[in-house]
């Protein structure tokens, strides 16, 4: 489809993006609606209690790196989990690479713990995952423990907050629990809420499904998770592709979640990492025939002009909108080959 379009100048990419008001890859908001975006293409866990794990996460190429209380640690090594992420806070350094601390679900009588050590750290981390997040009760209790932990402190910048269903219930109560988010957020100005990742193999778990290689036992929960996310402006994180051997799979699945609208995937190993994060983005291909699209589009719409056709089809506003998301997605990560 874009191959005629990979020759397209440089100056008519830039353009585009001066003479266009974005829309944004969260959904469709428009600037004045708009947040700083954090590309999450790649989000990869790291266990809290590795350091060295740690410490070579900090080499990749790598959007987004979790660094895990929960799941990845084992029940006798939570407290080594918290000091060794503690460290890491203040002394590694991320670079480009968002520097994320998944803590332990609010029902797990660990979060306390964890939300006290980590953000003792001089450094904040730039974002917090909640886990098993099933109720507006859960963001609750959340709320209320990080602001004793945060009592007395200046911060510079909020960090941002993501939240995980991982069960029918957390499904069911997807939009309830962002709306009591916002609420808060907007109240205690303590945090940013700015997506929801889908934990698919508790979810499997919790309503009795078996998974399965193409994973259409969880078609339903994906779109539902994608547009209720989008509803909120808020990024989607699809699920882990747990064949660590099958890089065939993994490409297959990411490009898949694309498609769907999710703006990335969760990743547990390093060589996952370039195959998703280029899936999540655009191609050269893409991105010149967005401005190519965007400027035809300007031009129509400066001489006073409706509907148009380009390059033989007729386009509407979903198809502008369309190429606005991949110029605004290519503006925060950059587009790549092919």
Known sequence: MFDRFANVGESKVNQAFRTVSLAGVYGGQTESQSKPYTPRRAVMYVPGNDQKKIQKVTSLDLDCAVLDCEDGVAANKKEEARSTIRRALDECDFGLTECVVR????????????????????????????????????????????????QGRQLETRPFLIT?????????????????????????????????????????????????????????????????????????????????????????????????????????HPSHVPIVQRAFSPTQEQVAWAAELV????????????????????????????????????????????
């Open 295 to 338: 400027e035809a589009f300007s031009k129509h719409t400066e001489s006073g002009k409706g509907a148009f056709t380009f390059h033989g089809k007729m386009i509407d506003m979903p198809s502008v909108l369309q190429a606005k998301n991949i110029l605004q997605l290519s503006a925060n990560i950059g587009p790549t080959q092919g």
């Open 164 to 268: 995980y269903v991982e069960s029918a219930m957390g499904l069911m109560n997807l939009r309830d629990v962002f709306k009591k988010t916002i609420d808060l957020q907007l109240k205690e100005q303590l945090y940013v809420l700015d997506g929801v990742v889908f934990g698919s193999d508790d979810f499997c778990a919790d309503i009795g499904a078996t998974r399965t290689a193409d994973a259409k036992e969880l078609l339903y929960a994906r779109q539902k998770i994608v547009t209720c996310a989008k509803a909120f402006k808020l990024q989607a994180i699809d699920m882990v592709h747990i064949e660590l051997k099958d890089l065939e799979g993994i490409e297959r699945q990411s490009l898949e979640g694309a498609r769907m609208g999710f703006t990335g995937k969760q990743v547990i």
């Open 103 to 150: 803590v332990n679900s609010v029902t797990s009588g660990l979060m306390e713990d964890d939300l006290g050590e980590v953000l003792g750290a001089k450094r904040m981390p730039d974002t917090l995952m909640l886990p098993k997040v099933e109720r507006p009760q859960d963001i609750d209790m959340f709320t209320k423990r990080l602001k004793e932990v945060l």
